[in-house]
T-cell receptor
Framework: DTGVSQNPRHKITKRGQNVTFRCDPI?????LYWYRQTLGQGPEFLTY????????KSRLLSDRFSAERPKGSFSTLEIQRTEQGDSAMYLC????????????FGEGSRLTVL | RKEVEQDPGPFNVPEGATVAFNCTYS??????FFWYRQDCRKEPKLLMSVYSSGNEDGRFTAQLNRASQYISLLIRDSKLSDSATYLCVVNAGGYNKLIFGAGTRLAVHP
């Protein structure tokens, strides 16, 4: 399968714990995005990477959130000291250069914070 | 005010019906616009781009009115398989930074 891959698909954790999600984009895509989606809402932009450089980070992303893309390939999103409000689907997407508007999304990592 | 606003629905229509979704956006500098489709418990996927001149893809027609900052999607001859959430999307940056509306849910019944 050459699509965007995310894992774990589901994560249940207790409040205060740290969690990390991984995203493997489509191999030839140099752009990578993280979004968050809650029930009844559309995806909300969190951050964007061009190769290994994190070029934009949403104000939605508190200091507890950090994302990396160390070699310009896979990316990780870490949430420290999770809160119940962090419960959501975390979607990763990738795209090639250009403004086609087509992002290829992974199936997401669903986080539940108890 | 949200950057992209949509009627959340749901729209419940019979097979064969024509249904229209509307969307408004707040940033007049936005350059490109799209409709995405999201099936239940699945990831969003690009349905079609929206051009100022209007564009059609089979049963789907998209329109853009830049003066009113208004986008629409028309689905003709609805099929059961069209049941999904339709997300109105605006490109807010020069690198495919997409801003999504909350989505409009469509349910097509026999």
């Amino acid at each position: 399968d050459t699509g965007v891959s995310q894992n774990p698909r589901h994560k249940i954790t207790k409040r205060g714990q740290n969690v990390t999600f991984r995203c493997d984009p489509i191999s030839e895509h140099n752009r990578l995005y993280w979004y968050r989606q809650t029930l009844g809402q559309g995806p909300e932009f969190l951050t964007y990477f061009q190769n290994e450089a994190q070029l934009e980070k949403s104000r939605l992303l508190s200091d507890r959130f950090s994302a990396e893309r160390p070699k310009g390939s896979f990316s990780t999103l870490e949430i420290q000291r999770t809160e119940q409000g962090d419960s959501a689907m975390y979607l990763c997407a990738s795209s090639s250069t250009g403004d086609t508007g087509e992002l290829f999304f992974g199936e997401g990592s669903r986080l539940t914070v108890l | 005010r949200k950057e992209v606003e949509q009627d959340p629905g749901p729209f419940n229509v019979p097979e064969g019906a024509t249904v229209a979704f509307n969307c408004t956006y707040s940033n007049s500098a936005s350059q490109s616009f799209f409709w995405y489709r999201q099936d239940c418990r699945k990831e969003p996927k690009l349905l079609m781009s929206v051009y100022s001149s209007g564009n059609e893809d089979g049963r789907f027609t998209a329109q853009l009115n830049r003066a009113s900052q208004y986008i629409s999607l028309l689905i003709r001859d609805s099929k059961l398989s069209d049941s999904a959430t339709y997300l109105c999307v605006v490109n807010a940056g020069g690198y495919n930074k997409l801003i999504f509306g909350a989505g409009t849910r469509l349910a097509v019944h026999p």
